[in-house]
């Protein structure tokens, strides 16, 4: 355990803990788009940076993206400064420019009071962010059908040639996962539509209501020794007994997975 | 996988979507990484370049000496813009920010051939038939 | 044939050495990038051809030498009588015939390919009294333009591979990282980091795994000097990173060679094939338990991946994104593996300390800034080219002394350092030494080498437009201070530059560039607004010009000027006519030509061809 001074204020923490956990424990209200728990940190949209310093630094400051930064005993942190309140006004300013219609990039930015984008805007804005959750979860979730595509401005996210992805098993992940909801997919009857895919869901074999996509069902049972028809129950309790009836299964944990 | 794609565009003149399925496959390599790469770096193409590939070097040396003007000409000449070929693919037209011949600034480039100190009266004489 | 003991190696040195005896006859061709476009082979051929018909005394053709850069780009092509050391240049393939009658039969010197000194007017005969040598420091550059960078032989004769044969037998790995350390050998790619310091760290890093990787991405556009040395001295390279590699414990090497550059990674490949058929890289080197190989590996085209973090991951196959440096790459590099990472010029610097010991390279250069400084001398000045200087040299000295000043003896305006990461300073400054921490104090820096001289026809406002062109489009797209705000910043510069800016967009520049700088992920980023901020410190009025009067006074940016013939001066020579791609100049030959305001894009081609000065440019 190591002990930091957050806003002032004396702090346990776990040795090589990441900074933005530790804030988010102490419920402190910091920004972070690109984030997410399951999968590691990735320092993109810079909005989760605080300012740190050491008694050693003789008053040297240094920014830093609390989502990859690991506390070390003795750290200061602030992470209110009006240096840092400022930046990230300027964030959210050219987020804006992107992204004037997703109403939560426009809620995020109205908490730091900016309204309207001081910059130009782009020309045919859309909600994408740019955060790469998506992609991520889905290498996380062991697919990789979508990737980044192009550099820079013009960088994108999209299926492999801009087609529907052969990778992709209609797992919703970068849907679900999406913090402004670009990501659309849409469930009608036994067919999932998702990234230009279509996927026939499996069906409850006694209510007959769809369940999860049959590519998606084939990988959990290949890689994680689940039985496929696990997933032809789409009634909670129906699936817990048969679960329970299936003895330990391999439970996927980060840690598992390193 | 950078060095797989290298060869392919340099054998085909551009990476065909053929090439990135068997590349994924031979390297056992997700698609969705292949098409990252070959769509972030400069080097790769996934549309066919012309018979003769005409780079326009407009590194700050080169721009100093006039390098926009070169490359306006040609394009003019030609009928496309920088990153487009010609309908009968015989020219492709491609700026590059520097290949390091900065003393014989402004530089163009045709097919691995080096031209230095190209002006504007014999720009176009690069890309004559 | 292996050599398989320092014995050996020493042995063939002598041999070698014995064989380019200084006293015969030899003529050396420069065969770098400059002088290969100038038709520099051509040369090499008209040497074969000629020989080949025509018995010369004591002259074969084994006795043509092509060689890498001379550094002397705006003369070439250039060939040298060696061991006299006549210096010809701008020499054409057909002048060979006469060339071997008169200067390698006989000892006539050809006066038309002497260098005349634009100063006094004098023809200077040899090589190293041409002001534009005498004025240079050769370490870095010692064998360029001496050796013919394929042949390893021509290296071992100029104790090449010396300094490895020390190391391995006579000292440890600590006492190698320590005189590295003691000779303040700071990195040469622009970072400036103490070498010795990061190999230390690197060597410390409990691992049964280390990395040497050679950074030849050299991305600023208008530096040459890596590829300069990879091209002509390749083994140098090889020998710096083997050092490095006993030092800190790695048994692999890389070279990340830019993919702009094949002749390098031609020329590096051919090195480490004669290496490892030497039994210099490979298992057991020169009998020892030291074991080394490297590979080259091509970049693709990102400026971006001449970042550590971005170059490493671009090696391991992937896209070149950088990562945050909390951990740096020395403690968790390539493959998450301790690595060091260090310039081309750095490596090429180790062999010669180790040679020469740490003292004797803190003598040259000036306090914390030990050793000389390759740099690419381009843009307005008359000598382009290659220089070397010690570390504390004045830009004027090297604008002037060396470069010759400007071109046509037009005035100087500004001088830009650093690449894209840097920025430019005016006159006032041209007295600052060059070196690590004096430019960054002004506002700019000297990054890797490259110095772009301009002159009053060069637009500052257009300047800073251009570099944040390049970084957009070289930008990875990761973080969004980057990504948006230097597409933002390129946006405001090109509202300027077409005479739709406002002073109000001046100081959003300067607050959006400060923020950009704090919170951009890497290096390319945090100091892509330099050129801006640069520019703005130091030439505002420019930017103000553009701004309240909508004029530029360089005449550069096109929806601020206007073209005009001036009918006094126009010859109806109709070349204007001819070289306007737009139809919009009129006029009959021998009668003065006319510019229609409305079909004129002025692009300047007309400008550029006009013999008689005729065309103003408001």
């Known amino acids: 355990m190591v002990t930091v001074t957050i806003n002032g204020k004396l702090v346990r923490a776990k040795e090589g803990e990441m900074l933005l956990a530790v804030l988010r424990r102490e419920k402190i209200d910091i920004p972070a788009l690109c984030h997410h728990e399951a999968v590691e940190p990735y320092g993109a949209c810079r909005l989760c940076m605080v300012e740190i310093t050491r008694k050693e630094w003789d008053g040297w400051k240094n920014m830093v993206t609390s989502c990859l930064y690991p506390v070390a005993d003795g750290l200061i942190i602030q992470t209110h400064t009006t240096d840092l309140i400022e930046l990230r006004k300027t964030i959210l300013d050219l987020y804006l420019a992107r992204c004037p219609n997703t109403p939560e990039i426009q809620d995020l930015a109205a908490q730091y009071g900016v309204n309207q984008t001081s910059y130009e805007q782009v020309a045919e804005p859309n909600d994408c962010i740019l955060c790469g959750l998506c992609t991520r979860i889905c290498d996380r979730m062991g697919f990789s059908a979508i990737s980044a595509v192009n550099r820079g401005h013009g960088r994108e996210i999209a299926p492999p040639l801009k087609e529907a992805p052969p990778d992709c098993v209609g797992c919703l992940a970068c849907a679900l996962n999406c913090p402004t909801n670009y990501i659309k997919y849409t469930d009608i009857g036994q067919t999932r539509e998702i990234w230009g895919r279509k996927f026939e869901l499996l069906r409850d074999s006694r209510t007959g209501q769809p369940t999860i996509p049959k590519e998606f069902a084939e990988y959990l049972s290949k890689y994680r020794n689940i039985p496929q028809d696990y997933f032809e129950q789409n009634d909670e309790s129906h699936r817990k007994e048969t679960a329970l009836g299936l003895g330990k299964i391999a439970v996927w944990s980060r840690e598992e997975s390193q | ?129 | 044939m292996t050599i398989a003991t320092p014995r050996q190696l020493e042995q063939l040195a002598a041999e070698y050495k014995k064989t380019s005896d200084k006293h015969k006859k030899m003529v050396i061709v420069c065969c770098g990038t400059g002088c290969l476009a100038n038709g520099a082979q051509k040369i090499v051929d008209a040497f074969e051809e000629c020989l080949s018909h025509r018995k010369v005394k004591d002259f074969t053709v084994e006795a043509v030498k092509k060689t890498g850069c001379h550094g002397f780009c705006e003369q070439g092509p250039l060939v040298v009588i060696e061991p006299q050391g006549t210096f010809y240049t701008k020499v054409k393939s057909k002048d060979i015939e006469s060339i071997i009658e008169k200067s390698i039969e006989n000892d006539e010197v050809i006066e038309k390919f002497l260098f005349t000194n634009p100063k006094d007017g004098r023809k200077i005969e040899k090589y190293p009294d041409v002001p534009f040598f005498s004025h240079q420091h050769r370490i870095a550059l010692r064998n360029l333009g001496k050796i013919a960078p394929f042949d390893i032989k021509e290296y071992i004769a100029v104790d090449g591979y010396k300094a490895l044969a020390k190391v391995l037998t006579t000292m440890t790995p600590d006492q190698v990282i320590d005189e590295i350390t003691k000779s303040e050998l700071r990195g040469r790619g622009g970072g400036g980091f103490s070498a010795g310091k990061k190999w230390r760290t690197c060597r410390n890093v409990p691992s049964d795994v280390h990395y040497v990787i050679c950074n030849g991405d050299e991305g600023d556009p208008g530096a040459f000097m890596d590829r300069s040395m990879m091209e002509g001295d390749p083994h140098s390279v090889l020998e710096g990173m083997m050092i490095c590699a006993f030092a800190v414990g790695a048994k692999q090497g890389y070279i990340y060679v830019r993919e702009e550059y094949p002749l390098a990674v031609i020329h590096l490949q051919k090195a480490i094939a004669d290496c490892e058929k030497h039994g210099l890289l490979g298992d057991r080197i020169l009998g020892t338990d030291f074991s080394f190989s490297i590979r080259i590996a091509r970049g693709a085209g990102a400026f971006v991946c001449g970042e550590s973090s971005a170059l490493m991951r671009s090696v391991a196959g992937e896209v070149g994104e950088p990562r945050a440096k909390y951990i740096h790459s020395v403690i968790k590099g390539l493959y998450d593996q301790p690595t060091v990472l260090n310039n081309v010029e750095t490596f090429v610097n180790v062999p010669v300390i180790i040679n020469h010991g740490a003292d004797w390279f803190r003598k040259i250069g000036v306090s914390k800034n030990s050793g000389t400084k390759v740099f690419s001398l381009v843009g307005k000045v008359r000598n382009t080219g290659l220089i070397e200087v010690a570390m504390g040299t004045t830009m004027r000295e090297i604008i002037y002394d060396i470069g010759g000043g400007i071109i046509d003896g037009r005035p100087f305006k500004g001088v830009q350092t650093g690449g894209p990461s840097g920025g430019c300073l005016p006159e006032s400054k041209l007295d600052l030494p060059v070196d690590f921490d004096s430019l960054t104090e002004a506002g700019s820096m000297m990054g890797s080498g490259g110095m772009i001289v301009m002159d009053d026809k060069t637009c500052m406002v257009d300047v800073a437009r251009y570099f944040l062109q390049f970084l957009v489009s070289e930008s990875c797209g990761k973080c969004v201070p980057c990504r948006e705000g230097l597409y933002q910043l390129h946006k405001l510069t090109i509202k300027i530059c077409e005479g739709n800016g406002t002073e109000v967009d001046i100081e959003k520049m300067e607050k959006l560039s400060q923020q950009i700088v704090v919170g951009s992920l890497c290096g390319l980023g945090k100091s892509g607004p330099n050129p801006l901020l640069s520019t703005i410190k130091y030439y505002r009025d420019e930017y103000l010009a553009h701004i309240r009067d909508k004029k530029c006074p360089a005449g550069v940016c096109r929806s601020l000027v206007t073209y005009r013939v001036i009918p006094e001066l126009c010859t109806g020579c109709l070349a204007c006519i001819t070289a306007c791609a737009y139809h919009a100049i009129t006029g009959r030959k021998k009668e003065p030509h006319v510019i229609n305001h409305d079909l004129c894009e002025k692009c300047g081609a007309c400008v550029a061809v006009c013999k008689h000065d005729a065309i103003e440019v408001s």
């Open chain 2, 1 to 129: 996988m950078i060095m797989v794609l290298q060869d392919i565009q340099r054998e085909y003149r551009y990476l065909p979507c053929e090439a990135l399925l068997q590349t994924a496959q031979a390297l056992d390599v997700k698609l969705s990484k292949v098409f990252s790469v070959a769509t972030f770096y400069n080097a790769f193409s996934l549309n066919p370049k012309g018979e003769r590939v005409v780079r326009i070097c407009v590194g700050t040396a080169c721009h100093i000496r006039g390098a926009a003007l070169i490359k306006e000409q040609i394009e003019h000449h030609l009928g496309i813009k920088a990153g487009q070929t010609t309908e009968d693919m015989k020219f492709s037209i491609e700026v590059v920010a520097c290949v390091g011949a900065c003393a014989m600034a402004p530089v163009v480039i045709v097919n691995d051939k080096y031209h230095g100190g190209v002006s504007v009266g014999n720009a176009t004489r690069l890309v004559k038939d």
